[in-house]
């Protein structure tokens, strides 16, 4: 009977994996616009309400459902989403999004957490296709189910603190909605009990940018030649994938976790990879 | 002949040449969008006014390109009237709501 193969895994994540939160860090300094350049006719690729009294850009599922609501075609939005999505995909969503970015900080916090199966993902699809295109468009902007009226990214970086910036200044705070309080409170609680409650459930642009791992000019792949089907790559994953087969999932954000197994790897589009693997001697 | 494993490498480098203009083909065209976007397009939309908008609404119409249209929306300036036209929420001297949401 043969040995089995040992698994390939390297003792720790590369430093590079490693630094994600210092990456991620950084593309919050960059989204909190420190030059104060409120750069509002461009629309950005993460999640970060432009409501926000720091967003640099505007935020694209913004654009998306309030031009969806004028009936107006967003060139701009799609245009971004597409050059961004064609590059990078998923990569996003696991390194520069802010919104992910304090999901992964509080989930941090060792309290256990909730692994739902992986279909649950395609919610972000509903999500997407009603209440950022179909609810704006037939019933407007003023639909208590409008996208930004029951975001949780709105009320953490945009309605919490013009709430504190009102009352400060000694206005009427008019407040959020009792919808998005609720919203918010539930979040909070379910970022403790579960990986990325918003990301892998609900969030419409990591639906659009999970289409593009597809596709993305930089991209995951898993080496059948060096894979020994051991299965510690699906521990490692914090989304519960299968990454040995699953490297393209919708679902996957690219934290590149499971990178610590050798037979997965970083590869590019535009790279001489598959030239520099070469076949077996015959 | 091609032997196996030569023909694995070749498949995986078509696949590999199918991703780089799969993903060419999507980074044009989305810059080509945004080009467009940026240089042509453009909606027209109405003006707040304090009197009744009959007596001089072609008068107060601006024609809007996109990243304007994208500032308006970021503070809840715009809106679609019952007529189907874009209309701004906030008149002249007036300052758009803080929060839109």
Redesign the interface.
């Given at each position: 009977m043969a040995a089995m193969a040992e698994p390939r895994i390297r003792p720790k994540p590369s430093r590079f994996v490693r630094g994600r939160l210092w990456i991620q860090a950084a593309f919050l300094l960059v989204w909190l616009d420190p030059l104060a350049l409120r750069l509002?006719?461009?629309?950005g690729s993460v999640y970060h309400?432009?409501?926000c009294p720091l967003?640099l850009f505007?935020c694209p599922v913004?654009?998306l459902a309030?031009?969806s609501?004028?009936?107006?075609?967003?060139?701009?939005?799609?245009?971004?989403?597409?050059?961004?999505?064609?590059?990078v995909g998923g990569f996003v969503c696991g390194w520069a999004c802010p919104f992910g970015f304090l999901q992964d900080l509080v989930a941090k916090v060792p309290v256990p957490k909730v692994r739902l199966p992986s279909w649950t993902g395609y919610l972000r699809y509903a999500v997407l296709a009603g209440l950022v295109i179909a609810v704006p468009y037939f019933f407007?902007?003023a639909h208590p189910l409008f996208i930004?009226?029951v975001?949780p990214a709105?009320a953490v970086e945009?309605?919490v603190p013009?709430l504190v910036?009102?009352a400060a200044a000694g206005g009427s705070a008019a407040g959020m909605s009792a919808l998005?309080w609720t919203i918010l409170v539930l979040f909070a609680v379910a970022m403790f009990v579960k990986f990325r409650p918003w990301c892998s459930l609900f969030c419409p642009l990591g639906a659009i940018f999970g289409v593009?791992n597809r596709?993305?000019?930089v991209?995951l792949r898993a080496n059948p030649k060096k894979c020994v089907q051991c299965g510690a790559c699906r521990k490692m994953c914090p989304v519960n994938l299968a990454p040995e087969r699953q490297l393209a999932d919708p679902l996957c954000i690219r934290c590149m976790e499971c990178t610590r197994c050798e037979a997965i790897e970083v590869?590019t589009?535009?790279g001489r990879?598959?030239?520099a693997?070469?076949?077996?001697a015959? | 002949m091609a032997?196996?494993?030569?023909a694995?490498?070749r498949r995986?480098?078509r696949?590999?040449a199918r991703?780089?203009v799969?993903?060419?083909?999507?980074?044009a065209?989305?810059?080509?969008?945004?080009?467009?976007?940026?240089a042509r397009?453009s909606?027209t939309v109405l003006l707040k006014q304090a009197e009744p908008p009959a007596a001089a609404e072609a008068a107060r119409a601006i024609d809007e390109p996109?990243?304007?249209?994208?500032?308006e929306?970021?503070?809840?300036g715009?809106?679609?009237n019952p007529s189907?036209k874009?209309e701004r929420t906030y008149g002249e001297g007036e300052t758009p709501s803080?929060?839109?949401?």
């Open positions: 509002h006719t461009v629309c309400c432009y409501a967003a505007a913004g654009v309030n031009f609501a004028l009936h107006v075609v967003p060139f701009i939005a799609i245009g971004t989403l597409l050059v961004v999505g064609g590059v407007g902007e930004c009226r975001c709105g945009a309605g013009n910036r009102e998005k593009f596709f993305s000019a991209f590869k589009a535009f990879t598959e030239r693997d070469p076949a077996p015959e | 032997q196996p494993g030569e694995r490498v995986r480098f696949g590999g991703r780089t799969l993903a060419a083909i999507l980074v065209a989305g810059a080509a969008l945004v080009i467009y976007g940026v397009h909606r996109e990243p304007a249209l994208i500032r929306i970021t503070v809840g715009l809106r679609r189907g874009l803080l929060c839109p949401t």
